[in-house]
């Protein structure tokens, strides 16, 4: 079975700053994907970005990016020129690499961006 | 952009009784899913759905559980005799073709159980 951990439960940072939210994931497979999910206070869930995890290049999307690290099953969030609108419960997930997989979600983080 | 739409956003019922939460998912997506996060906790996968049977469902997914694509467009999930901790936020979530590119999720119904 795949876990997937987010250990830091709160983050804060300033607008316009850089925020790096950590996650981790425990898993057998060699083929998977992984995604950042972000959960404003309207609760529905948006997809901030996705990697592939047989591609080494790290996924980027505007000002998110991701530091994947296949060997450290490590899978960070980087938030550049964080803005107010990124406040929201940011979620790590992962997907095996089969036909209509389910999402295995960590327990989030919760990100304030301070004016 | 095309949405996942989901009613109510908000229910109360009352323990023992039966609820149905209804989805719309996006037009011309093929895979349908249901997740549920209770308050402060982490999102859990409850089923899913393809080709209208039940492709893979969890241990929460009991008994009292069912879900349906009545008529081609809504997806239903039904709780037959509620209990309190089915009180959660249920997730309606569909995909198009690759559901390994991500899903689109609904925005909710935010279920309690009194």
């Known amino acids: 079975a795949q876990t997937v951990t987010q250990s830091q439960p709160e983050m804060s940072v300033q607008e316009a700053e850089t925020v790096t939210l950590s996650c981790t994931y425990d898993?057998?497979?060699?083929?998977?994907?992984l995604f950042w999910y972000k959960q404003p206070p309207s609760r529905q869930m948006i997809l901030v970005i996705r990697?592939?995890?047989?591609?080494?290049q790290n996924a980027t999307e505007n000002r998110f990016s991701v530091n994947f690290q296949k060997a450290a099953k490590s899978f960070s969030l980087k938030i550049s020129d964080s803005q107010l609108g990124d406040t929201a419960m940011y979620f790590c997930?992962?997907?095996?690499?089969?036909?209509?997989?389910?999402?295995?979600f960590g327990k989030g983080i919760t990100l304030s961006v301070r004016p | 952009e095309p949405e996942v739409t989901q009613t109510p956003s908000h229910q109360v019922t009352q323990m023992g009784q039966e609820v149905i939460l209804r989805c719309v998912p996006i037009?011309?997506?093929?895979?349908f899913y249901w997740y549920r996060q209770i308050l402060g906790q982490k999102v859990e996968f409850l089923v899913s759905?393809?080709?209208?049977?039940?492709?893979?469902k969890s241990e929460i997914f009991d008994d009292q559980f069912s879900v349906e694509r009545p008529d081609g467009s809504n997806f239903t999930l039904k709780i037959r005799s509620t209990k309190l901790e089915d009180s959660a936020m249920y997730f309606c979530?569909?995909?198009?073709?690759?559901?390994?590119?991500?899903?689109?999720f609904g925005s909710g119904t935010r279920l309690t159980v009194v």
């Open positions: 037009s011309n997506h093929l895979y």
């Open positions: 997930a992962f997907m095996k690499h089969e036909a209509n997989s389910k999402l295995t």
């Open positions: 979530a569909s995909a198009k073709v690759n559901p390994n590119y991500g899903y689109t």
């Open positions: 759905f393809y080709n209208n049977e039940i492709s893979e």
């Open positions: 990697q592939e995890a047989y591609k080494q």
């Open positions: 898993t057998s497979e060699n083929n998977y994907y």
